[in-house]
């Protein structure tokens, strides 16, 4: 999947843009819906799921948000809670940019755009939470500065949307140019993507930091109201990122037959064994800072982790991802464990799965339980919800298998105008 | 028939079955769009919104709302009074936590009936403490009951609101009369403002409000009591329709304690000023800095 080979730069440049680029989105149509029996299986399988999260959304906007589990008292749930993970996905992709671009990783840089395409999903998959999240998603319009009124720069919200689709828009640029470019067999011009290589570094960071917060900005919840959610937030994103990269490369390598370097794998490994123990830190630390000052400030803390007053939905949730964080850790780190790629999938899987949760339902949740008012009113979510989450998660898996597809056709020379030269 | 044309039939098979899918999974949504006209769903933010558009969008749901819930209704807009600042104080020696506040909110505003919805709720306190840890809505028994207190809280009306501060659409906003008012056509429904308010007092209209025709308050007002959309959030408004008339809101005048004492800040020979200048008088979560037009006060 190298990118910019030398010998492309002979090429010649011959047919417009206009004649070239649909030939190009054709192509990369073609490509969507052509693959192995496996890829259509798979591809039937995702479909057939996300319809079902499309036909239960039909239904909450029929019946209204009723169909979900969420009260006054817990005014966000799941959707709201998967929404947080996506955006620490989305920016934890850059931690294949960064040795790419920043160190110079030549293993890295062949595959980077492995990870540029999954912070395009991911943000997709945030949007569309978002958006399922609204009461009156009919009125999106009101946002759209100058036809709306967009808040800004006073409402957090309004931070988060100009960040979300700024990096959505970047990561597609970067990604539709280096595609586009190696289709019609011209060299990169470096000045029209690197550039925005780095602005994706930084905007990576800021929209997991101002996601984070549209929480700790608000007073009225203390265990939001905590300055280390920001970095907590960013310490599980660079868990999630490399953990679901690890296992997709591993499987574009054995499904898709790509060449994946070792050393990209490599170099994302070292970096999930040094920041699931980054994430458990900074866990410890707001555990203890909650439990050892006490009060009614720590009631939400008390509530997620041992239960309050009886109740005591959370508790499993969150036990299940400290216990499959602390095996990852553990799994990354053992000399008889640490090299052997199937214990490193499972670690990538225990820990995506332990962030998720953590991060998700542990953080979102608790925000209300107990309530502003000290009202403790529990949640768990409703079929509608997971029907829901489940159909945005195919969805999203689908955008990002179809787009390495493209990807990995047109990089390697497969499909492409200037293909045949190359080859 | 050969590799090629068998593909392109599965694959186009396969289009077909996924579009007939797709139209299947999204048909409930068509009731959704029923309700919604053009006119509504382009319908501008209220204080853009000229006289006259104005004037037809209070005539269309009272159009809308005889058609849909075959009630008649007026909606008014009423403006705020120059040199009128509201403000509102509670006795809570002599609350006994009755809750006809609560009832005469629910009936004024038009609330649900399914989920007995009000702005209102009233905490049974334990003596000695005001921290709501130890409180309790849902009681079931004759009041006062010993060793209680009672402490009903409603919107505070905040001179430096979070929700107003936290609407990315600017759907919430403080009125020159103190009041937080929310345009329901508005408001996208993303429950910020709900997950900002440090007193609970913000409510979400999870499904379409039910009650019926005859049931339903025909006195009404855009930016209050108006029978709410689904989807939208909704909050307690002074009764600003029966305020900024110069009645009192339906909760002060419904309560047989005499604990509620509504006014104007700025008239010096009001009420609501006698208590400001001779009580002891306190705000809820002082220490958040939200600065509420709605004080406490033991005699």
Redo the contacts between chains.
Sequence with gaps: MAVDSPELKTLPAEDSHLVTYPRFLWECFKIS??GSPLF?AWM?GL??IA??G??AW??Q??????L?N????V??GLYIANFTFGVGLAAGAVMMVIPAYLYDDRDMHEVVIVGELLAIAAIFVCLAF?IV????????W??IPGL????WP?????WD?IVLNGYLLINLHITGYMIYSRFVGKPLNRKWYIPFVFVSVVWAISIHTVTAF?YT?????PFWNDAIIAPRFIASAFVTGPAFLIVALHAIRELMRLAIPDGAIDTLTSILRVTVWINLFLLASEVFTQFYTGG?HA?SAHYLYLGLDGKSGLVPWIWTAIALNLCAAVLLVLPATRAVRGWVVAACVFTFVGVWIEKGMGMVVP??V??????LVEYTPSLTEWKLTAGIWAMGIGIFTVSVKIAGHVLTGRSGLGSRRIS | MTEVTRRATV?GL??TL?AV??A?????????TED?SLDQ?LQR?YRELSPEDLERVLRRIEEDTLRERGAHVSVADDRPIPGVQFGYALNLSVCNGCRKCAEACHHENNHDRSTNQSYI?V?EMEQGSL???H?A?HYDHAVPAPGKYYMP?QCLQCDDA?CV???????TWKEEDGIVVIDYD???????C???????A???????PEIEAEEINPDQGYLSNRVR?????EKCHFCLHRTRRGRLPACAEACPTGARVFGNLLDPDSPIRWVLDNKRVFVL?EE??TRPRFFYFFD
């Design positions: 819906f052509d259509y039937t479909t057939a319809l079902v499309v036909n039909a239904n906007m029929a019946e209204g948000m009723v979900t969420m009260t006054d008292h005014s966000w978002v999240d609204m009461g009156r998603p009919d009125r999106l009101h946002m709306g009124r967009f808040h006073m409402s957090m919200l309004t949307v549209l900005g608000l007073g009225s919840r009614t009631a925000g209300f107990p309530s502003t008012m000290h009202e | 694959a396969g289009a996924g899918a797709f299947k999974a999204m048909e409930p949504l068509r009731h959704f919604l769903f933010h709720r905490f921290d709501f840890e409180a809505t809280v979070p501060a936290v609407c990315p659409v600017e759907a508005w408001c996208i429904g993303c429950r910020y709900e997950a900002a308010c440090p007193y609970h913000r409510r979400f209209n999870w499904s379409e959309p689904k989807g939208v959030v979560k958040l800095g």
